[in-house]
């Protein structure tokens, strides 16, 4: 089991820029895509980008594609959400995720989340 710690979230303005981390510990050994996730208020989690385990690989929601980063530094067991041009809809509880298989990554291990605000 993998446990997750998110960090880097809080208060913007629209336009503004935060990077998120989120570091992985426990059984870490193997190799593993990881992600993030977000929950606004009253809404559902939704996917947001994930990355493979080598990195070569990634994806993005169209809601953050081209403004979101992904990226991960597999030395310090750390994956990264470099966003940008942040809106207020951006505005949302981000999780990180891990799991062995990419498409399933939702059903793998989760963080317990970072706040990110962002005024108009």
């Known amino acids: 089991q993998v446990q997750l710690v998110e960090s880097g979230g809080g208060l913007v303005q629209a336009g503004g820029s935060l990077r998120l981390s989120c570091v992985a510990s426990?059984?870490?050994?193997?190799?593993?895509?990881m992600g993030w996730f977000r929950q606004a208020p009253g809404k559902e989690r939704e996917f947001v980008a994930a990355i493979s385990w080598g990195g070569g690989s990634t994806y993005y929601s169209d809601s953050v594609r081209g403004r979101f980063t992904i990226s991960r530094d597999n030395a310090k067991s750390t994956v990264y959400l470099q966003m940008n041009s942040l809106k207020p809809e951006d505005t949302a509880v981000y999780y990180c995720?891990?799991?062995?298989?990419?498409?399933?990554?939702?059903?793998?291990?989760w963080g317990q989340g970072t706040q990110v605000t962002v005024s108009s």
């Open positions: 995720a891990a799991n062995t298989n990419i498409a399933t990554i939702s059903q793998g291990s």
């Open positions: 426990g059984s870490t050994s193997g190799t593993y895509a």
